[in-house]
């Protein structure tokens, strides 16, 4: 059974909070998603997730991360008995000061991955659920630690820090708590209402902040634009539609919240290098080739 210590801030709808377990894998029927950054550790085998409309693998013996709040589900298995899952809210992670990028990949729906398996193994993975387990705030305050470290190696690692380079996090102010959970409510607002009309004072107004330093804040903190992860969203929606649904490419792009087939194909051609429809071939093929 899953080991939950909800986050304060946080509402069971829209967050796991601080938790973990271990089980087995299961095919899914569809994506699911939820406001935190989702560790996951597979003893043996692989485990392949649809994530945002793209296809990635969790290999064997590494730490995998990804920022859940992009729709994920697990589409094929490969000699997995069973796999652990962590769970960190969204507003512990942003106050750490991880590398830009590293950020900015995680909020753009990729997988990261760890180079090896120094990051985290079984044994530590066990360690850490018996200590959630536990009713002691110390215990659990000690796993977040470790957890955030894991976080911290893997954003240090040779290729990681060279992928992540480009902002000096040496010069990057730490947000406040509070700063933080502003920057959390403000990708809320975004997750739940990016497929319909959104204007910057919709997406700030829960902070009560000034608009302007809203935005200067999530810019600084996140490393792109509010507009641009308004964008990015939609477009994970448009991938998985055109990924797992026979709809109309017109009825895709209405649905992510593009408002017009212009704004659709040229923020689809930037992101992915083609149009919808060879994207949607090219996705349906590989996983025909996937499904048991």
Known sequence: MPVACPASHATARNSLGFAGARRPPHLAIRGHQHQDIELNFIPDGTMTYLLGGQLVTVPAARLAVLWAETPHQVVALSGTADFFWFTLPFAWVIQLGLPPGMIDRLLSGHLLVAQDGNAADERQCVRWLDALR?????????????????????????????????????????????????????????????????SISDIVRPTGLNENYAMTLFRQICGMTLRDYVTRHRLS????????????????????????????????????????????????????????
């Not at 705030?137 to 240090?156: F, G, P």
């Not at 990057?172 to 990016?194: C, E, F, K, N």
């Not at 209405?254 to 071939?281: D, I, L, Q, V, W």
Request: hydrophobic fraction near 40%.
């Open 134 to 198: 536990e009713t002691g705030d110390a215990i659990r305050q000690a796993v977040r630690l470790e957890l955030e470290a894991a976080l911290w190696r893997m954003s240090l690692a040779p290729s990681a820090s060279a992928a992540y380079a480009g902002n000096d996090t040496n010069n990057r102010r730490l947000p406040a708590s509070h700063l933080a959970l502003h920057i959390q409510r403000m990708a809320g607002v975004i997750a739940t209402g990016y497929t319909g009309e959104l």
């Open 237 to 292: 929606h448009a991938r998985r539609m055109l990924a797992t649904t026979s709809e109309k490419v017109i009825t895709i792009a209405m649905e992510s919240g593009f408002g017009s087939m212009s704004r659709f194909y040229e923020a689809f051609k930037k992101a992915e290098g083609c149009s919808p429809e060879h994207f949607r071939k090219r996705q349906s093929a590989t996983l025909s080739g996937m499904m048991p």
